[in-house]
């Protein structure tokens, strides 16, 4: 009975650890995608406060995602 138990925790233990990785993988995806639009909207001549507006965040913190840091 408690092989059964520990077998069911191993098994829940290594879902739960693949749904990090996946959610890990999309959050660095997503972050490529918001890195390139930022570029972009640079590249159409926004100032950084403009994007930091549009996005929500703090001017320096556009600059930190610029500058891939």
Known sequence: MADKARQ???AEVQRAQAKIERAE???DSAREDRRGSFKRARSAGLSLGE??????L????V???LRDK
């Open 8 to 10: 069911k925790a191993l």
């Open 25 to 27: 993988g999309q959050l």
């Open 51 to 56: 994007i930091a507006k549009a996005a929500n």
């Open 58 to 61: 703090h001017r320096s913190r």
């Open 63 to 65: 600059d930190q995602i």
